[in-house]
């Protein structure tokens, strides 16, 4: 019978075990919520992830997609009713309430844009709608400037009913973290060019050396063997075609060790026996990425610097192995080497004209896989050169 005792005690079991049930989830989830901090270490932690958005929508520099979604979450920052963001000549964006305000703005940051000096417009909404059919926002405007360097590129509005000291400082601080950003983007861009730079250093020292030798060779065959000089016309062009492309900072282990092969290919057509090559290759580290021409400036500093010097043949050892995370690759030849001190400072860049391969190769390695990548050369007088090279297999954003 539905209204037994025994019916009601077990439905009154149910209930209470119901009950302690949600208890329980509610003090775990109140005992959760304690367990991310104190209200103090809540709001740092709110303020830093709110900058971390915004800066990723930065990284391009003031752009209007960039700076409308960085908007939003600098506006929670300051916790204003609007923030505006724009160049010198435009409101690139706007986020919060008053965007009948917007046309006007930047009338009222022209003195910002031309001084450098952060500046209060109280009652900004009445100066510039005090007309307008949809009604007065009453609002005050701290405006503060944007600057790169000793230059001001653009300003931060924000706007809310009473424009305290406390807002005209954070807006400020927000205006020289977008400047930061902004440093930070050109800084990569600036990084971005002294590595295409570099490459363009590198084709040079290939251009006259290499080319001349190279043209020379192949016309020493074109009376005695033109089957073999039509071959290695053919190798000179697929070598300088990847040489001198102008796409891509990055390329293949595979690819580059094609590359090497015309290149010892034409330097054999000119030396003959004198240089003999060995090769060991890991199949799966082909597909690693590598900036592009890191490998071949090691191999020609080999040829020119290890064996050319050297009386009789000599031998060059290429390795490329699976190494964990890394792509590890060996350059080795039983040259005649040269003393440590002297590379320390070719490496340092102390000296030039000689071993720019090196030193170049070096230097992109350490900016785009940090200090630890650059080059490992072991070497000594007369005991050939061992160079070391290792590369991470997994590189998001490098595209070859």
Known sequence: MPDSPL??????????????VVVGVGLKVMRSFRDLGTDAERATYNTLHAASRAGQHLRSGLQPAGAAK????????????????????????????????????MRLAAEVLATGRTAVVPHAGHRTIAKAEHGNH????????????SRVVGSVAALAPAAGAG?????SEVADWIAAQLELTELEASR???????????????????IYNSLNAIAS????????????????????????RRHGDF???????????RYLLLERARFGERVQVSLRIAPEVLSTVIPFLSLQPLVENAVR????????????TICANDSGAFAEVTIEDDGVGMDPEHLRSVLAGHTDGIHVGLRNVDARLRQVYGDEHGLVIDTAPGEGTLITMRVPKSQPGHDA
């Open 221 to 244: 065959f074109i009376n005695t063997d033109p089957a073999r000089a039509r071959e290695l016309v053919v190798e000179f062009a697929d070598f300088t075609r990847y040489s001198f």
């Open 305 to 316: 610097h290890g064996l050319e010097a050297k009386e009789g043949p000599g031998h060059i």
């Open 138 to 149: 009453d609002f005050s405007a701290v405006i503060a400037p944007i600057r790169s360097g």
């Open 251 to 261: 390329t293949t282990l595979a690819e580059e060790l094609r590359c090497i092969d």
């Open 70 to 105: 960085a908007s939003k979450q600098l506006r929670v920052l300051l916790g204003c009713d609007a923030l505006a963001i724009t160049d010198t000549d435009s409101v690139l964006a706007w986020d919060g309430t008053a965007e009948e305000l917007r046309p006007s703005l």
């Open 7 to 20: 019916f009601t005690a077990a439905a009154i079991a149910v209930i209470v075990l119901a009950i302690a």
């Open 192 to 210: 971005t060019l002294l590595m295409e730079a570099e490459v363009r250093a590198l084709r040079a020292q290939i251009s006259p050396h290499f």
């Open 167 to 171: 807002l005209v400082r954070a807006t």
